[in-house]
């Protein structure tokens, strides 16, 4: 069994994110976030910028940071 300590964690944070851009590039909407609201929370997380529906290029930027931040 894994205990998440801080949910906050910029990583854990990510990895959310990463699986809801992969919902959205499919189609699926969120009912209480809007795109421009994960954009933002991805924006926090890169330090990157994205305009409206860039995301494509906000999934590859998490996955970069998440390869990145990898221990071992």
């Not at 421009?36 to 910028?49: F, H, N, R, W, Y």
Request: proline content about 3%; overall charge positive; glycine content about 6%.
């Amino acid at each position: 069994m894994t205990t998440i300590t801080d949910p906050a964690a910029p990583r854990f944070q990510a990895i959310l994110l990463k699986s809801h851009l992969r919902l959205m590039l499919a189609g699926l909407k969120h009912s209480n976030l809007s795109g421009k609201d994960i954009l933002s929370k991805v924006s926090a997380i890169t330090g990157q910028s994205y305009k409206r529906a860039q995301y494509a290029i906000a999934l590859a930027d998490l996955n970069t940071y998440l390869e990145e931040t990898t221990n071992g």
